[in-house]
Nanobody, 119 residues
Framework: QVQLVESGGGLVQPGGSLRLSCAASGFTFSNYDMSWYRQAPEKERELAARIFSIDSNTNYVDSVKGRFTISRDNAKNTVYLQMNSLKPEDTAVYYC????????????WGQGTQVTVSS
């Protein structure tokens, strides 16, 4: 049974930091590109950050570059998102996503974790 379980969300003041974690099970984690998506109220879901399985290269949406860092620990089957210098516009539900490195139609989602940036 495939599971992606996010944790680490919460309420933080502007300028603060949070670290999200996503624990994966039920599939071969090292064969999957891992991503964090986010969806703000009344907005479409967008890709925030991705880390590739083959070489651990990373991609970020422009609005988080220099503030967010995605990383993975294949030994722990976990992907992380370190978020620094948080802004109110980072407020969203953050979703963990796993996509097989070759596609094959294998694409999994977590249940999401709420991040709220507010004073």
């Amino acid at each position: 049974q495939v599971q992606l379980v996010e944790s680490g969300g919460g309420l933080v003041q502007p300028g603060g930091s949070l670290r999200l974690s996503c624990a994966a099970s039920g599939f071969t984690f090292s064969n999957y590109d891992m991503s964090w998506y986010r969806q703000a109220p009344e907005k479409e879901r967008e890709l925030a950050a991705r880390i590739f399985s083959i070489d651990s290269n990373t991609n970020y949406v422009d609005s988080v570059k220099g503030r967010f860092t995605i990383s993975r620990d294949n030994a722990k089957n976990t992907v992380y998102l370190q978020m620094n210098s948080l802004k109110p516009e980072d407020t969203a539900v953050y979703y963990c996503n796993a996509r097989h490195k070759y596609g094959f139609g294998y694409n999994y989602w977590g249940q999401g974790t709420q991040v709220t940036v507010s004073s």
